[in-house]
């Protein structure tokens, strides 16, 4: 089974583990719990191959920068979020982009990567015009894709993954090789990193198709 490793970037209270347990668990969750790091775990059919995907939901908090180098170095795709109802957040994209481009010392012509503007839901609150968004990731180059998304309408969730896979899997195919676990079983096992308890999360199977 193919394995690909995301990773979860963005500023604090943006809604990094909300988009994520929405895509891995089909819940939303509403209170803000500052994350230390999870790791998700969650199998996807793709182009007739079954992958497991890995995703990081990393720290946005300040204390937890200087593991971000750790995540992005084993990363294989990216998901940068800012919230739309904070300007604060959609300018710390580009400082969480050099990083990404820094660590894997390569662009984004070359690194799979999605910008999502969350909480699109909350537009009376909107301080990021849809607009900027998109005008970012066409400054950055490289075909960065770009949505809009809610956690709690479950808008554009699946979709944003879903891109990020085809990306990866276009970009870089020599790193989407199929990887057997022992037995033939799927292993699902704790990790620990810097003393950073990972929280393994549910296996779900669902299909997704190529477009192109």
Known sequence: MTNLKIVILGSGSVGKSAVTIQYVNGEFVDQYDPTIEDMYRKVIEFNGDHIMLEIMDTAGTENFLVMRDLYIRNGQGFILVYSITAKSTFYELDNIKEQVCRVKDSTTSRIPMVVLGN????????????????????????????LETSAKSKINISAAFDQLVKQIRSKDPSKSKKKRTSGGGLIIHSLLLLATAFTQKNVYLINVKDDE
């Open 119 to 146: 909480k699109c839901d909350l537009e009376k609150d909107r301080q990021v015009a849809s607009k900027e968004g998109q005008d970012l990731v066409e400054k950055w180059g490289g075909n960065v894709d770009f």
